[in-house]
């Protein structure tokens, strides 16, 4: 068990809407991690969160969308939705604010219908 | 952005042989990392391993970050090292680009280990 927590672990929607995905860091972790996996694009970084503050962005749609909480959760908001959203989410935590080492969550296994 | 080569792309292996997995990066990095996501989707971190030798049970893993790139040894495999295992890499400061602060992962290796 990493100690990086995601609900739910299962979700699925329609096209068109919208869900919100959440994540609890491990204890005393202050940088949060989004991560998507396809099987077209493989594991492919969203966005970081560093104590509250946005610190790094990468391949995240303008439909989606994060922020992590005072508490240090986040959670991850994907609007309308499309078929090619269906993927599995992961949540990372790390000590610091530099990557090292990442601890990953089980995921949130997403699917759009 | 950096580019991350893993090879071989599959390897089939029975129990207790010995394999060598490798991964090339095409820029200077500053953070390497090897992890193992298991049949059940798991992804678990192996090492955290910019540069030099560690070793961890069965498993070790040599960085030679002048030559770009890493290897990941596994000993004695048995079937519960059966998935898939992922080099993941940040870019350092003067690589530039959109590779520092962030880490790239490769395709992986699927491994497969028969009883």
């Known amino acids: 068990d990493s100690g990086v927590t995601q609900t739910p672990k299962h979700l699925i929607t329609a096209t068109g809407q919208r869900v919100t995905l959440r994540c609890s860091p491990r204890?005393?972790?202050?940088?949060v991690y989004w991560y998507q996996q396809s099987l077209d694009q493989g594991l492919q970084f969203l966005i970081q969160y560093y104590n509250g503050e946005e610190r790094a962005k990468g391949n995240i749609l303008e439909r989606f969308s994060a922020q992590q909480f005072p508490d240090l959760h986040s959670e991850l908001n994907l609007s309308s939705l499309e078929l090619g959203d269906s993927a599995l989410y992961f949540c990372a935590s790390s000590v610091g604010r530099d990557n090292s080492p990442l601890h990953f969550g089980n995921g949130t296994r997403l699917t759009v219908t | 952005g950096i580019q991350v080569e893993q090879s071989p792309p599959d390897l089939i292996l029975q129990e207790g042989a010995n394999s060598t997995l490798r991964c090339n990066f095409s820029d200077s990095v500053n953070n390497l990392q090897w992890f193992h996501q298991n049949p059940w989707g798991q992804l678990i971190n192996l090492f955290y391993?910019?540069?030099g030798t560690k070793q961890n049970g069965r498993l070790s893993a040599t960085t030679v970050a002048t030559e770009r790139y890493s290897l990941l040894y596994i000993s004695s495999s048995q079937t519960t090292d059966s998935g898939v295992y992922f080099c993941a890499v940040e870019g350092d400061f003067n690589a530039g680009g959109t590779s520092y602060g962030k880490l790239t992962f490769g395709q992986g290796t699927i491994l497969t280990v028969h009883p």
């Open positions: 391993i910019p540069s």
């Open positions: 204890s005393g972790d202050l940088s």
